[in-house]
């Protein structure tokens, strides 16, 4: 089991940047795929960024790449999100979750058994 918790959101200018956290507590963090999610009303959660829990292999969705990184601390149970160029397509809901690895990099959302309550983003013009 793995409590997931997100910090970091808030409100960037168009073109800026911020920087989201999130912190497990539990069992095994290391060993467990992490993504990023985003979801705004009406409108079904997406994947933003995924990694493995190596920590080796990464995916972004396309509106995510080239802007935002994705990174792990498995030391500190810590997965990241570096968001860069914000634009407002951005502001969303953004989630943390886990998944159990099953060999190849989780990206489904149904893979991913364990969510934290998300943190919300805001970008202003």
């Known amino acids: 089991q793995l409590q997931l918790v997100e910090s970091g959101g808030g409100t960037a200018q168009t073109g800026g940047s911020l920087r989201l956290s999130c912190v497990a507590s539990g069992r095994d963090f290391k060993m467990y795929d992490m993504a990023w999610f985003r979801q705004t009303p009406g409108k079904e959660r997406e994947l933003g960024a995924a990694?493995?829990?190596?920590?080796?292999?990464?995916h972004y969705a396309d509106a995510a790449e080239g802007r935002f990184t994705v990174s792990r601390d498995n030391k500190k149970n810590t997965q990241y999100l570096q968001m860069n160029g914000l634009h407002p397509a951005d502001p969303a809901v953004y989630y943390c979750?886990?998944?159990?690895?099953?060999?190849?990099?989780?990206?489904?959302?149904?893979?991913?058994?364990?969510w934290g309550p998300g943190t919300a983003v805001t970008v202003s013009t």
């Open positions: 990694i493995a829990w190596s920590g080796y292999d990464t």
């Open positions: 979750a886990a998944a159990w690895p099953t060999g190849n990099l989780a990206l489904a959302l149904r893979r991913y058994s364990f």
